[in-house]
């Protein structure tokens, strides 16, 4: 049975994150996701310390969710550099965080007419110019992050639109390639796919550590259009399958109440592990 550690997105401003960590450590959360999507607001090391020690003492396991303004794949060199530079910006104080994981959305597809191939290894389709393209910054990223003994693990996401790069297939074949890490988003695999596609995702993401992002979601034709509250069947589903599977999990839970919902999600885990 999987081991699973519950938390909700976001630590609030700096101000108020030690209160907010003991807040969830008394909600029986040992997890928290620091997000950093509209840009990296933990500015001083020793705020960051700080905050990760009382994290550390409370058992609360951090992770980092970098700027939504990444895209590796860009046509225009500079977008591409500044996309690395803010993922690697998490990475440092990530690390000055004591969290194990930044997570971040890999980048859009060359063209909306870019042909698919099979990669080494593999027995399905990514996209191929930008799967290399990707690749070869996260490759790049991970010698800076070992260059600077950075104890953290990059996290490429799979995505919930259509026209983004990140299928479960393209995602898998990053790690394949490089070594890196996953978030798998369960949320944008329904919206994705239009089903969670349990049986694709067990058999293509064997790491033994998962992360987990999930809530409930609104989408359509091109996917994902918005998270929503989990409904209580959502969640049966979902940790349903996760229990099944031999694997240390950390689920971050994206709803727009993502505290509230995360007590939910725990109190089903309960109900189903009891």
């Known amino acids: ?16 994150a030690v209160e907010n960590l003991k807040m969830y450590h008394k909600l029986g959360f040992r997890a928290a996701e620091v ?9 001083e090391k020793e705020d960051a ?11 609360i396991y951090l992770s980092v969710h970098a700027p939504y303004w990444i895209n590796l794949n860009s046509k225009e060199d500079k977008k591409v550099e500044m996309s690395k ?15 194990k994981r930044v997570i971040f959305h890999p980048g859009y597809y060359t063209s909306t007419s870019e042909k698919s191939k099979l990669v080494a290894g593999r ?35 799979v995505m919930g639109k259509v026209n983004v790069f990140g299928s479960i297939d393209e995602i898998g074949a990053l790690i394949d390639a490089t070594g890196c890490g996953v978030c798998v988003d369960i949320a944008h695999v329904l919206a ?20 987990v992002h999930f809530s409930g979601i609104e989408y359509g034709a091109k996917g994902e259009k918005k998270h929503l ?4 069947d959502e969640w049966e589903k979902v940790l349903g399958f996760l229990s099944k599977l031999d694997k240390d ?26």
């Open 1 to 16: 049975m999987a081991n699973i550690k519950f938390g909700p997105t976001g630590i609030g401003p700096v101000g108020d």
């Open 35 to 43: 997000l950093f999507t509209y840009g990296v607001y933990i500015k």
């Open 49 to 59: 310390l700080r905050i990760g020690n009382v994290a550390k003492k409370l058992g």
């Open 85 to 99: 530079k803010r993922i690697l910006k998490c990475c440092e104080v990530a690390s000055w965080l004591g969290a």
């Open 123 to 157: 027995s399905s389709l990514v996209a191929e110019e930008s799967y290399q393209k990707i690749k070869e910054g996260i490759v790049e990223m991970m010698k800076v992050v070992k260059d600077n003994k950075w104890d953290v693990e990059l996290c490429p996401e």
């Open 192 to 211: 994705r796919y239009g089903s969670y596609s349990f049986s694709e995702i067990e058999k293509t993401f064997k790491l033994k550590n998962w992360h």
């Open 229 to 232: 509250v989990t409904p209580l």
């Open 249 to 274: 999990i950390v689920l971050i839970c994206e709803s727009p109440d993502a505290v509230s919902d995360s007590v939910v999600g725990m109190k089903v885990w309960g109900e189903l592990v009891s």
